[in-house]
């Protein structure tokens, strides 16, 4: 038997709730340098209580090939892949309009 979600009255399965929740994000990607000169992506904004920020930190770590984390409700990434991550969140669903890279 499938769950139902209590918001929409949809199953769960569905995951239309999830959708409309990444259209209403407004995510901030930027880099941070850390020790010995290493640079960070980091992304914030994501509201990790509608949006599973797991599945997306392991999205983005296997298509960039990179190491990363995700800590207090942003996502480090190792490197400079700031444009890289605005194209592939918008893969995924997020609202071009409301990423801003610094």
Known sequence: MTEIDPLTGLPKELGTWEDIAKENQNIEIYIVKKKFGKKYTIIEG?????I???????????????????????????????????????????????????
Request: charged share 40%; net charge positive.
């Open 52 to 102: 599973d920020i797991k599945k997306i930190r392991k999205d983005l770590k296997n298509k960039l090939a990179c190491g990363g984390t995700d800590k207090g409700g942003k996502i480090e990434l190792q490197g400079d892949h700031r444009k890289k991550v605005k194209e592939i969140l918008g893969n995924l669903g997020f609202a071009a309009e409301t990423m801003t890279i610094k």
């Open 46 to 50: 994501i509201d990790t209580k509608e």
